[in-house]
Each structure stands twice: as structure tokens, then as C-alpha cells.
């Protein structure tokens, strides 16, 4: 579970995430993040404030029950996950229908491919791009 701090409930940090962040999108999920430079590290007395997730899982993903067992995944996978990403930082993890039929370890690998992509340590895949045929 994400400890309060790090949990997105406001549908305006939701909004700003999804509509200024950057997004990288994988089979299962599309992940948008939304990092903040507005914080001034050295401001005194101020510290960066804590980065946020949330997670949009609609009915296509499935019923209820599977519904909210993958937001429990995705919950955990992103709680082992927080430290990586720029204090600050909105993320909004969005289940695609897919996401409801896959494992446990096929969500951690969509969700690690789109917040390396984000995060800048990722080539893009071949056939993609500028690449050479």
C-alpha cells in the first residue's frame, strides 16, 4: 500500500498530471508523469514535497473485483517504485483493458519499461523513430 503522503486524490493533480506531464504508453498500462521544477531546493526552511501517484482503472479493464485487484497491484508496484522518480513529481497510472487478464510480473514490467522511458534511460524500440533500415 502507498503510504498517505504519496497518494493523488485531487482531480486537479490528476488533470495537471495527465495533461502537462510526459506519457509512455506499454501493452497494459499508459503511465503519465508530471515532474515539478517549481520547487526551489534552496529555499529555506522548505522541503521538496513528496511525489504523488494515482491510478485510473475503468470498466473496460473489467468488473469490479478485478478491477480493484488491479489497483492493489499497481499500488504495490508503484510503492517500491516512489523513491525513483523527482521529488514532487505527479504520476498517473492508467490500466488498459489488458491489464485485468495479466500477471503480476507482466504489470511490473509494462510499468518499469514506461517510467524508464519517462525518466529518460530508455532507447526507444527499434522500428520506431529515426533508426536505421
Do not use: C, W, Y
Request: charged share 25%.
Amino acid at each position: 500500500m502507498l503510504p498517505t503522503d504519496n497518494r493523488l486524490r485531487r482531480r486537479e493533480d490528476f488533470a495537471t498530471a495527465v495533461r502537462r506531464g510526459r506519457r509512455a504508453g506499454r501493452p497494459l498500462l499508459v503511465v503519465h508523469l508530471r515532474s515539478s521544477g517549481a520547487t526551489d531546493p534552496h529555499a529555506a526552511g522548505e522541503s521538496s514535497p513528496p511525489t504523488r501517484a494515482g491510478f485510473v482503472v475503468s470498466k473496460a479493464v473489467g468488473v469490479a473485483v478485478v478491477r480493484n485487484a488491479v489497483k492493489r497491484r499497481l499500488r504495490h508496484l508503484m510503492r517500491d517504485r516512489i523513491a525513483e522518480l523527482p521529488p514532487g513529481s505527479l504520476v498517473v497510472v492508467r490500466a488498459l483493458p489488458g491489464a485485468g487478464d495479466a500477471t503480476h510480473a507482466q504489470l511490473a514490467r509494462d510499468l518499469d519499461a514506461a517510467l524508464q522511458r519517462l525518466l529518460g534511460g530508455a532507447p526507444q524500440t527499434e522500428g520506431r523513430g529515426r533508426g536505421t533500415r
